[in-house]
C-alpha cells in the first residue's frame, strides 16, 4: 500500500467513527417514550432518506459479525473499552467546551483527561466521575453551532453516516478535521492507530446499542418516523444542554453520559 492510500484510509476512518456516531444517537432512543411533535420535524427530501435509511439499516446488519469480540467481552470489559473511546475524544470535547464559552464544563473535561489518563490507566477507568465527581459530558460542533444560534434544518438521512441534519453534518466534518489523531502521519503506526480507534468506536457507539435497536425496530409502527422524531429531539436538547430531559426525548443511558457538569 502507498503513503497515500494509507493517508486515504485514515480519512475514511475518520468517517466512518462519525458515522457510527450518528447511529449510536439514534440507537439508544428505545430508551425513551414515544415520539412526540414529529409534525414540526422538517423533512422534504422524505423519500429519499427512508430510502438511504433502508440502505443504512443493512449494511449496519452487515457490521455486526465485525463487533462480536466486543459483545462477548463482560460488562467491565465493555465499560473499559467505552471508557477509552470517550477519553481519546476529550480534544473535541473540550474545544467544543470552550467555542460555547462553557468554562466550567472545560475545566472539567480538562480535569478528566488528565485524572483518566493517568489513575485512569489510559481511559480504561473512569476515576475522574467515581472518585472526584467529575461527570461526563459530550459536546460536538453541530451543538455550538445550535448555541450560536443556527437552527438545525432540514431533516437528512446521510449514506452510512445515518440520521443528521445540515447544522449536524457540517459540524460532524469540523469534529473530524479538529482531532488530533486526524492528522496522525501516514505509515504502519498511523494505521494502526486510525485503525484502532476505528474499531474501538464501532463497538462501543454501535456494538453497545444493538439490542436496542432491535426492540425499537420491532415495536415502532413506523421505524423510520419514529427514529426522525428521537434524533431531532435529542439533538435539540443537547444543543440546550438540557438535563431534564432524561427519560423524555432523550435516551437514559445517553443523558447519563452527557448530563451537564456543574
Request: hydrophobic share 40%; proline share 6%.
Amino acid at each position: 500500500m502507498t503513503q497515500v492510500n494509507r493517508k486515504k484510509s485514515g480519512f475514511w476512518g475518520q468517517v466512518a467513527r462519525a458515522g457510527i456516531l450518528a447511529v449510536a444517537v439514534s440507537s439508544t432512543a428505545s430508551c425513551a417514550s414515544a415520539p412526540q411533535g414529529d409534525e414540526l420535524v422538517s423533512d422534504p427530501m422524505e423519500p429519499w432518506n427512508r430510502y438511504v435509511f433502508a440502505v443504512n439499516d443493512l449494511i449496519y446488519t452487515f457490521l455486526r459479525p465485525w463487533i462480536a469480540p466486543y459483545m462477548v467481552l463482560p460488562d467491565k470489559g465493555k465499560e473499559a473499552v467505552d471508557n477509552v473511546v470517550h477519553n481519546v475524544k476529550t480534544p473535541v470535547i473540550l474545544l467544543n467546551d470552550l467555542l460555547q464559552g462553557e468554562a466550567t464544563r472545560a475545566w472539567v473535561t480538562t480535569q478528566r483527561f488528565f485524572i483518566n489518563t493517568t489513575l485512569g490507566v489510559l481511559g480504561t477507568m473512569d476515576v475522574a466521575a467515581k472518585d472526584y465527581q467529575l461527570p461526563k459530558h459530550r459536546e460536538d460542533f453541530g451543538q455550538t453551532l445550535g448555541a450560536w444560534g443556527m437552527g438545525d434544518g432540514p431533516y437528512m438521512v446521510l449514506p452510512l453516516l445515518g440520521p443528521s441534519n445540515p447544522r449536524d453534518a457540517l459540524g460532524s466534518g469540523i469534529d473530524m478535521v479538529s482531532h488530533p489523531l486526524f492528522w496522525v502521519p501516514g505509515g504502519d503506526i498511523g494505521t494502526m492507530v486510525s485503525g484502532g480507534r476505528t474499531y474501538a468506536t464501532l463497538a462501543s457507539e454501535y456494538g453497545g446499542h444493538v439490542n436496542e435497536m432491535d426492540e425499537l425496530r420491532k415495536t415502532s409502527l413506523d421505524y423510520y418516523a419514529t427514529m426522525r422524531s428521537l434524533y431531532t429531539q435529542m439533538r435539540r436538547s443537547e444543543v440546550k444542554n438540557i438535563e431534564g430531559s432524561k427519560g423524555q426525548t432523550a435516551p437514559v443511558d445517553y443523558y447519563s453520559e452527557g448530563a451537564p457538569a456543574k
